[in-house]
């Protein structure tokens, strides 16, 4: 937004940024100029070259005998764009309010160029998604600091602790353990990431999944796996933290969680158990302050063109309003549906090996091989048929392991607990 009004030459804009002091670095490349300048404080006037551009931090003053509308017609006649850039006092109805200031590519580029060189600085951009010029500075050092090689997996590991979400988003920890991605899952990425990353046609980009499955069954995992394939950040949209009481704050909070991935491009955004939020709110008992967020989601699920990857998880997907999950917003719906008998022995083998000492592969199988049984009797006993393809969840699977590693690490105790 900021760049389109500099590009028409509107006369008062206001900007907010968490890096003032890039403003000139960033206003000069939005503006395509070298000659942006700073004023202190007071609005200019007098002879002022055509197309110049402007710009004051904080608190700005109309000089005296003038006025606004006046000072705006002389920007206007000399194309001239002053740009207020976190403005402290309310301002008039003459400013044109540009959103947050963006951290234009070509910059990240040549700061991060300056640091690895030319080569090796495309593979690291994808984890700068968002960024001020400081907050990358500050990323490549941590990172640099506290991690023994500066890739994207580094980089996105060391900003999901240095810097904080807005409110309703929290970068989740995308590092996976054990996990058995479901086949079609695997087919369905080997297919479409590889749009995701690249520069082609926005219309040929993944937009999103919705999977739908039993608890337990690594759908939450899915995401994190995702954004682990890619190495890019994931963020869980968190719509339970953006109701306000107050009118209008709620949508305007669901708003600017969205624009704010869409400024840290390419990502991951996990909505969690969706229905929790969304189940019925289409219909006549669905509260008024619900729809409007659904709407707002809605709309920016069918519209944006950024790489941002939405998943949706559900545990009941009757629940949810189909326009929630149709073509054009999100591309396929998965339903998981649990592990076999041979795939829960080999998650179970790769789970018993993380530990030390880990756990021998007898033990391992007396574990999978009991809780098959167990989870088969259950179905008996409600009467179901499980002779054929029976199947549990990979957290049933980690639960089981974890049982089996603590009862072998169990030593006879000398005294009793009475």
């Known amino acids: 937004m900021l760049g389109t009004a500099l590009k028409a030459h509107l006369p008062l804009i206001s900007t907010t940024t968490r890096d003032p002091l890039a403003s000139q670095l960033v206003l000069n490349h939005l503006a395509g100029r070298k000659d942006t300048r700073r004023s202190a404080g007071m609005l200019p006037t007098g002879q002022i070259p055509t197309g110049m551009v402007i710009y004051v931090v904080g608190v700005f003053k109309v000089p005296d005998g003038d006025t606004i509308e006046k000072l705006e017609s002389h920007y206007k006649t000399h194309e001239v764009s002053v740009v207020v850039v976190n403005p402290v006092q309310k301002l008039p109805p003459n400013f044109y309010e540009a959103g947050e200031m963006p951290t234009p590519l070509p910059l990240v580029e040549t700061m991060v160029e300056k640091v690895v060189g030319v080569k090796a600085a495309p593979a690291l951009i994808p984890a700068l998604g968002g960024l001020t010029l400081k907050e990358v500075g500050w990323l490549i050092r941590i990172a640099s600091a506290t991690q023994r090689k500066l890739t994207r997996e580094t980089l ?31 087919i369905w990425a080997k297919t479409e ?105 809605l709309w920016w699920l069918q519209e944006h063109e950024t790489r941002v990857l939405t998943i949706m998880t ?76 029976l199947r549990v969840t990979q957290a049933a699977v980690s639960a089981a392991v974890v049982k089996a590693v603590k009862q072998k690490m169990l030593k006879p105790s000398k005294s009793k607990i009475h």
């Open 193 to 297: 990431l590889p749009f995701f990353m690249n520069g082609c046609d926005p219309r040929l980009r993944p937009r999103g999944l919705l999977l739908a499955g039993d608890p337990g069954t690594g759908k939450t995992m899915a995401a994190k796996w995702i954004a682990d394939q890619l190495s890019i950040p994931a963020y869980r949209l968190h719509c339970g933290s953006l109701f306000n009481k107050y009118v209008g704050e709620t949508e305007k909070a669901m708003t600017q969680a969205l624009a704010q991935v869409d400024r840290d491009e390419p990502c991951v955004l996990l909505l969690d158990e969706v229905e929790k939020i969304f189940g019925g709110s289409s219909g006549p008992t669905g509260d008024s302050l619900t729809k409007n967020v659904l709407g707002e989601l």
């Open 314 to 389: 559900t545990n009941a997907q009757g629940d949810l309003p189909k326009e929630l999950y149709r073509p054009g917003r999100i591309d396929e719906e998965m339903t998981f549906k649990g592990v076999g008998l041979k795939s829960a022995l080999a998650l179970a083998e790769h789970i018993a090996a993380s530990y030390d000492p880990p756990l021998s592969g007898a033990r391992v199988h007396q574990a999978i091989n009991a809780l098959f049984e167990s989870e088969g009797q259950k179905l008996s006993d409600s009467g179901i048929d499980w002779s054929q393809n």
């Open 156 to 186: 996105t590991d060391a900003r999901r602790g240095a810097f904080h979400a807005p409110a309703g988003l929290q970068q989740i920890n995308a590092e996976m353990g054990p996990y058995l991605p479901e086949p079609v899952l695997k």
